[in-house]
T-cell receptor
Framework: EAQVTQNPRYLITVTGKKLTVTCSQNMNHEYMSWYRQDPGLGLRQIYYSMNVEVTDKGDVPEGYKVSRKEKRNFPLILESPSPNQTSLYFC????????????FGPGTRLTVT | GQQLNQSPQSMFIQEGEDVSMNCTSSSIFNTWLWYKQDPGEGPVLLIALYKAGELTSNGRLTAQFGITRKDSFLNISASIPSDVGIYFCAGQQAGNNRKLIWGLGTSLAVNP
């Protein structure tokens, strides 16, 4: 089954404790993104990657890092999480940057206390 | 970041009613997409529009790419309880690194 998977689905952590949210897609897509979703603010792009070893900032990159060492994986790293990063996070992929039909993962609900 | 103007923000309707929502922008878009997000899930693509004036259906859903290329509309006919969720529009402008610009969503509630 074609899908985007994220882990963990739920995470409660404390301020400053580094964490990684994994994302993997099995559709051989070139383009991957991370979004956060907050009430009243919709979906905001954090980082995106147009291909392996190519990443770039989205609209709200502060406090986040990403890497794209393999085509299928695009982990999101919070080096020192803060309470304002409490949010619902979505990974997404699409075939290429010229294709706009994007597929989303199921989401990771992160709480930072 | 830039956002699309999506309205209405929320709707509460009776089962069987038709629903209309729209997205507008002051800028021209080359592509419009409509997504639905069920509670606790990620958004799922419903309809993609690539040409001004294009009218595309997916079951009871119909979406249109506005002639001015600055707006798009989504209609749902004969709503049912499983239509509940948040509907998002997204658009892509020429250039702009092919980034999608998103609306804030329309939350739909259906009373059985």
């Amino acid at each position: 089954e074609a899908q985007v998977t994220q882990n963990p689905r739920y995470l409660i952590t404390v301020t400053g404790k580094k964490l990684t949210v994994t994302c993997s897609q099995n559709m051989n897509h070139e383009y991957m993104s991370w979004y956060r979703q907050d009430p009243g603010l919709g979906l905001r792009q954090i980082y995106y990657s147009m291909n392996v070893e190519v990443t770039d900032k989205g609209d709200v990159p502060e406090g986040y890092k990403v890497s794209r060492k393999e085509k299928r994986n695009f982990p999101l790293i919070l080096e020192s999480p803060s309470p304002n990063q409490t949010s619902l996070y979505f990974c997404a992929s699409r075939p290429g940057h010229l294709s706009y039909e994007q597929y989303f993962g199921p989401g990771t609900r992160l709480t930072v206390t | 970041g830039q956002q699309l103007n999506q309205s209405p923000q929320s709707m509460f309707i009776q089962e069987g009613e038709d629903v209309s929502m729209n997205c507008t922008s002051s800028s021209i878009f080359n592509t419009w997409l409509w997504y639905k997000q069920d509670p606790g899930e990620g958004p799922v693509l419903l309809i993609a529009l690539y040409k001004a004036g294009e009218l595309t259906s997916n079951g009871r859903l119909t979406a249109q790419f506005g002639i001015t290329r600055k707006d798009s509309f989504l209609n749902i006919s004969a709503s049912i309880p499983s239509d509940v969720g948040i509907y998002f529009c997204a658009g892509q402008q020429a250039g702009n690194n092919r980034k999608l610009i998103w609306g804030l969503g329309t939350s739909l509630a259906v009373n059985p």
